[in-house]
């Protein structure tokens, strides 16, 4: 079974938690087994946002993770990048898996979301989401959906 | 089978979505028949976090169901109340429901926590759970357990 890596970095946007939750749903749609890897903030947003555990089966956490990973441990990874350290983490996820990779770069302001953005292209051959969206998901989920369709 | 009402006036908040889902789904384990009113922007982005409708099952329009409500049309009310706007609603929905009914009141800022809180107080009896927070759930959820208990 192919297994893809979601990665939260940050837990400040209001979109990402509910996007999380349908990054998952696709994923697992599509027949990929899906971690979420995330700061301890973020994994309480999931927490009370999946009660049941319905939608997200594997949580691990970011730091924690690093240790054991190793190129071919996932086969995709895909990185909400909205924050400098959100994109920290991204970056060096990408270049320790060395797998398939989608960043999903979302904000409010053009200049910050032109910068997070070049931020990614500039030190990963990522394949890029970039949405100026800070509250409304449906940009988002129509690009992320477009970009599923590619793999 | 006693009725719930969840309201949602703006979607700002990382915490709002997660903890609708977590308020819906302990409210119906309580009995209640949950439907969440809300904003388009909140409504989208409870869509995308539960894109299966496992816990969300009623959703309605925060405008339009203005139209058809009357007292006795819910036994509870519960409204997030995290900015002007929302807690506006909440004090409408309240007049006209007059029903039990509990507020959610979380800023960050203390100044602002304190002036949403009294602005709730002087115009309803609600219970109020007040936390400063934003993107840390955890504080509002053991609150709102806790008076949930109360019922």
Known sequence: MKKALILLGCPESPSQTPMTIYANHKL???????TVASTPSAAKLLEVSD???????????IESSLDGLEPGKYDLLVGFAHKDAAISYFITFYHILQCESIALVFEKDHQL?????????ENTDAKIVAVRAFHNPTPLRVKFDRVLKEL
């Open 113 to 121: 979301l032109e910068e997070f953005e070049n931020m990614v292209a």
């Open 28 to 34: 697992s749609e599509l027949g990929y087994d899906v």
């Open 51 to 61: 009660p049941e555990e319905y939608y997200i089966k594997n949580k691990i956490d």
